[in-house]
């Protein structure tokens, strides 16, 4: 089956500092989307992406849909303790939304 | 944002005992919403899409009759953890979609936390 293959899995870092994290896949997707779950909580959309190569920002997140469709990554600018939590990129499923192909996430930790 | 409700946050049971957990799409209606389960620092592991007024569709390894799934209204999904023991303790999570899932992604649930003794 499909599989997304996020790196790395956990980041440790310091409060202001950028963040880059990606994610890579076996097969092409179609849209690309990034969610960030907090602690005990569900996750929540942060960007799709729907053209290879598309660059798209939200605030301080930039994320990026790779040329060859197989590949994307996600940037976050001057980071706060407040973006901490996994980050799962996804792909979506061609019939089933919620049989979206997740990665495996990588953990964010902001030390203030 | 659509908003996707789900109660309880938190659950502690004693083993052998059933626990429903509730998912409900609170400003749009959902035909299909979504049942996973999600172990620590692990991605979300579909169970099973429940289906408006019909029957809910498994994946694979899962067993229907330990996990009931009722979706009786298009506003709200219901999972039933029934004879719960240990091994079921863990994170799960309901989602749903108003419009193209795979286009403006899905809205989650806040999760429920099942620990069971």
């Known amino acids: 089956g499909q599989q997304l293959n996020q790196s790395p899995q956990s980041m440790f870092i310091q409060e202001g500092e950028d963040v880059s994290m990606n994610c890579t896949s076996s097969?092409?997707?179609?849209?690309w989307l990034w969610y960030k779950q907090e602690p005990g909580e569900g996750p929540v959309l942060l960007i799709a992406?729907?053209?290879?190569?598309e660059l798209t920002s939200n605030g301080r997140l930039t994320a990026q849909f790779g040329i060859t469709r197989k590949d994307s990554f996600l940037n976050i600018s001057a980071s706060i303790p407040s973006d901490v939590g996994i980050y799962f990129c996804?792909?979506?499923?061609?019939?089933?939304?919620?049989?979206?192909?997740f990665g495996d996430g990588t953990t964010l930790t902001v030390k203030p | 944002g659509a908003v996707v409700s789900q109660h309880p946050s938190r659950v502690i049971c004693k083993s052998g005992t059933s626990v429903k957990i509730e998912c409900r799409s609170l400003?749009?209606?959902?035909?299909?919403m979504f049942w996973y389960r999600q172990f620590p620092k692990k991605s979300l592991m579909l169970m099973a899409t429940?289906?408006?007024?019909?029957?809910?569709?498994?994946e694979q390894g899962v067993e229907k009759d330990k996990f009931l799934i009722n979706h009786a209204s298009l506003t709200l999904s219901t999972l039933t953890v029934t004879s719960a023991h240990p091994e079921d303790s863990s994170f799960y999570i309901c989602?749903?979609?108003?419009?193209?899932?795979?286009?403006?992604?899905?809205?989650f649930g806040s999760g429920t936390q099942l620990s069971v003794l």
């Open positions: 989602s749903a979609a108003p419009g193209d899932a795979n286009h403006e992604g899905l809205f």
């Open positions: 097969s092409i997707f179609n849209t």
């Open positions: 992406l729907y053209k290879a190569g």
């Open positions: 996804a792909g979506p499923h061609p019939t089933n939304a919620g049989k979206s192909t």
């Open positions: 400003d749009f209606q959902a035909t299909t």
């Open positions: 429940s289906n408006e007024g019909s029957k809910a569709t498994y």
